[in-house]
Structures are given as C-alpha cells and as structure tokens.
C-alpha cells in the first residue's frame, strides 16, 4: 500500500477486513501476511484478552493495586507490534500489554507492575520495550530519543512509540513530533484513539477534524485506519515502518479504536457514555471479525478454539501466582528509590509507617 494515497485531509482510512470477516481491499492486505501467520496473531489476540480479564479478575479481588485495561484495542495492539523486526523499540503508554507480550515481556512482569512493584519493569535485557510510561504523553520524547541515538549510531532500526488521543494535547507530543520531523528519525508515532482520554470525548480534545492531520503540520505523513482491523492495523504499521527504516523519516498513525472498557479499574465509565453508545460499538470489536475470517476459511474449528482459550485461561493464572510469589512488596519500597537521602519530611513519614507497622505486628518486609 501508499501511505500517500491516504491522505487525512481526504478522510479515507486504512480498511482490509470488515467486521462480518470478508476482505474487503485484497490489494492492500500485506502479502507476507499469510493465513496461518494471521492465525498466529488471532491466538496472540486472544492471550491478550484473557491475560486483561484476569488482571480485572485480580484486582476485583484485592489482588492488584489497579489496572488499564486493553478491551477492544487487541488488533491495534498486536498488528502494529507484530511488523517489528529484531533490535526494533518498543515505547508503550500504559495500555499497550498486548504489544508489549508480543515483543518479549513476561506476563509474569506486567501483572507485578501493576500489583506495584517496581521490579515489574525489569525486563529481560535482549527485550527492546520501555517500562510502562504513566505520565501521559513524556513517552513520546523518550521514543524519539531512542530514534534519533539509533539514526546518529546508524542503526536500520525503528522504533514504534504508542500513545492515546488525549497524549495528542499534550506539549510533549508536540515537541516529540516537531523534532521527529526535523531531524527525521526512524520513528512511527502510534496513536490508538480509542475516543476517551479518560472522560473527555476526543471531540472535544482537539478542533481538528482528525488527529493523522496533525503529521502534516511537522513536515510528515499520518494514516488514519480502523484500528479495530488487524490486518489494516498490520498493513498501514508495515509501510509506515519501511518507510521509517528506509530513511525517510517518521510517520504518524491514528488507529481508530474503542476502549470498551473502562480507562482503568478505578473508573466508572457509565457516568459519561452511554449503554447505548457502547452497545453500538460491540459489533465493531477486533477479535470476532478474525475468526470469521479464519472460519470461513476453516482454519479455526471449535475444538481448537476452546482449547486455546482454556490454554490461555491456564496460562494467565499461573503467571499471577509467579507475579504474586514474587512480591511481597516491601512498605518501605515506597520511600526508598526517589532520592539519594531522603528529605526530613518523608523521612519522617517513613518513621510513622514502621511505628504503625510495630503497633499492628508487622514487619517492614512485607511479611505478617
Ligand atoms: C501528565 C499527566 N497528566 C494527567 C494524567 C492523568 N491521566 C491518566 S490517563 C489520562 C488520559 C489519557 O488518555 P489517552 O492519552 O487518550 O490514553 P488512554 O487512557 O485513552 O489510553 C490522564 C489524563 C497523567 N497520568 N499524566
């Protein structure tokens, strides 16, 4: 495909697969996207999505301090991850778990992270992922960091920074893409609008009819595609990845997504979106227009499909033991990796938190 034949300005959108399962532009499906390759990504896919019901589950249960989960982001997740290649960045937000799994993070370590350990954002070191990145939008910076240090190295790398809607009105993503533009770093700026920056619509977050559009302003292309298609996600992330380790410098990608869910556990979406509004969007959802796809094809029968959701079902709840065998947390974790020598303030809080420890029985390693 030609990224210049999308043109945001024009409002056509990257679309492969609609959502009863039929191709729908055979030309511009990638040709080394095979059916049992996308049948692999189906199944990572579906591992996304049992691995985000349990961290609900886990946290529900008084198991994990909180979590943002990726309902309904599954294609935009694993299609754009699964176009890296070896030595490739990855710079997530926070609800990026499917890519991050795709390109080599325990599930193990990402459930710790948000069971609040700081040692959930320890990698493996072959792993090219950043830690997750809460302060919304600072990622992109680093990201652009990472692109510029591989181009000056003369690395054939690229690196793929994730970010949401609402990180669009952010000063840093601005900054990240002014300088994209003018040293032209090996970059793609993915942007999974998934229409909510928490509560506020992405209607009222910008006067710009599309966020793609705001590429041009910095001298580069922008893609919109329906986010929800994992073969369009694939497609529109490959050329724009080509085109970044080609030289040409970067490209921005608004994948049109939906968060179905809500921002994180904490959130009550229902006070500002409807029932309706979400009932209308089920339809849309990324996993069921892939097995269609593969059904019509008969690469998926129902045996196989039940076994890999139990599988995963399996999976996911043996890498929450490991997570939770591999905390306790420490209390004085929280005061002990922010400053050199603690300021008398905090140091006299943390003093307060091992008097109430004492009193209550506890100790300060977590343990009883
Ligand atoms: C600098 C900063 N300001 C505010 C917040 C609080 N906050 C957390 S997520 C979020 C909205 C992010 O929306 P978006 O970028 O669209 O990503 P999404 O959560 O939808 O994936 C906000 C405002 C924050 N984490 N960091």
């Known amino acids: 495909m030609n990224l210049a034949e999308y043109d945001p300005l024009r409002g056509r959108r990257v679309e492969v697969l609609d959502f009863t399962g039929n191709i729908i532009a055979p030309d511009v499906r990638p040709d080394d996207l095979s059916d049992d390759y996308l049948l692999d990504l189906y199944d990572r896919m579906v591992f996304l999505r049992v691995a985000d019901q349990q961290a609900l589950t886990l946290q529900r249960a008084g198991r994990m301090g909180t979590y943002a989960p990726t309902l309904g982001q599954e294609a935009a997740n694993i299609g754009s991850a699964a176009v890296l290649q070896e030595g490739d960045w990855v710079v997530p937000s926070f609800r990026e778990m499917g890519a991050m799994l795709l390109r080599g993070v ?53 690196t793929l920074i994730y970010f949401g809607d609402g990180a669009t009105s952010k000063g840093d993503f ?3 893409m002014n300088f994209a533009g003018v040293f032209q770093t090996p970059c793609v700026f993915f942007c999974q609008n998934n229409q909510y ?38 497609a529109a992330t490959k050329e724009a990845a080509a085109h970044a380790r080609s030289g040409r410098g970067p490209v921005l990608i608004e994948a049109q997504t939906y968060r179905l ?33 593969l059904e019509k094809k008969g690469l998926l029968t129902p045996a196989a499909e039940t076994e890999r959701w139990e599988r995963y079902q399996t999976l996911v709840k043996e890498e929450a033991k ?26 006299h809080q943390k003093d307060y938190l091992h008097r109430i420890l004492a009193s209550s029985g506890e100790g300060t390693d977590g343990q009883a």
């Open 322 to 347: 490991k997570a939770e065998a591999a905390i306790p947390l420490r209390p004085d974790d929280i005061f002990d990796y922010h400053y050199a020598t603690l300021p008398p303030y905090l140091a």
């Open 174 to 176: 601005h900054e990240a």
């Open 261 to 293: 869910g809500p921002h994180t556990t904490a959130d009550d979406p229902s006070r500002y979106r409807s029932a309706e509004e979400l009932k209308a969007q089920e339809p849309y959802e990324p996993l069921p227009r892939v097995r269609l796809y």
């Open 106 to 158: 325990p599930l193990q370590l990402i459930y710790m992270y948000w069971m609040g350990s700081e040692w959930g954002s320890h990698f493996p070191e072959n792993v090219r992922v950043l830690p997750i990145c809460a302060p919304v939008g600072t990622q992109t910076l680093h990201g652009v960091g990472l692109a510029w240090a591989a181009k000056l190295k003369g690395e054939q790398t690229v």
């Open 197 to 234: 920056s928490i509560s506020v619509p992405r209607s009222t977050q910008t006067a710009a009819p599309t966020l793609a559009q705001k590429a041009i302003a910095y001298g580069f292309p922008g893609v919109m595609v329906d986010g929800n298609d994992i073969l369009a996600v694939y």
